[in-house]
Nanobody, 126 residues
Framework: QVLLVESGGGSVQAGGSLRLSCLAS????????MGWFRQAPGKEREFVAA????????NYADSVKDRFTISRHNSKNTVYLEMNSLKPEDTAVYYC???????????????????WGQGTQVTVSS
């Protein structure tokens, strides 16, 4: 089992940047495919980005491609989401998640992730 804690959220103006961090404890993060998801008020949780266990493969939602970058530092048991050129529609609670089953390509589906953090709020104003 792994415990995930996100940090780095906040309020920024459109065009700004933020870096989210997800610190894992209890089990090494290298045992998991890792993903970032977000949920805006009144909407379903949606996929943002994911990285394979080694970080060699990544996957992005079309809405964030070329603006967001997921990376992982397994030796630090930490996964990051670098967010640039932020837009008001990026406003949401962002969640880090861990998937123990995927062994190759990082998963996009919410239901494939077994462990979740508590979330961190990102607010982008126009």
């Amino acid at each position: 089992q792994v415990l995930l804690v996100e940090s780095g959220g906040g309020s920024v103006q459109a065009g700004g940047s933020l870096r989210l961090s997800c610190l894992a404890s209890g089990r090494t993060v290298s045992s998991y495919g890792m993903g970032w998801f977000r949920q805006a008020p009144g909407k379903e949780r949606e996929f943002v980005a994911a990285a394979s266990r080694s970080g060699g493969m990544t996957n992005y939602a079309d809405s964030v491609k070329d603006r967001f970058t997921i990376s992982r530092h397994n030796s630090k048991n930490t996964v990051y989401l670098e967010m640039n050129s932020l837009k008001p529609e990026d406003t949401a609670v962002y969640y880090c998640a861990a998937d123990s089953k995927s062994t190759w390509a990082p998963a996009r589906a919410v239901g494939l992730y077994e462990y979740w953090g508590q979330g961190t709020q990102v607010t982008v104003s126009s």
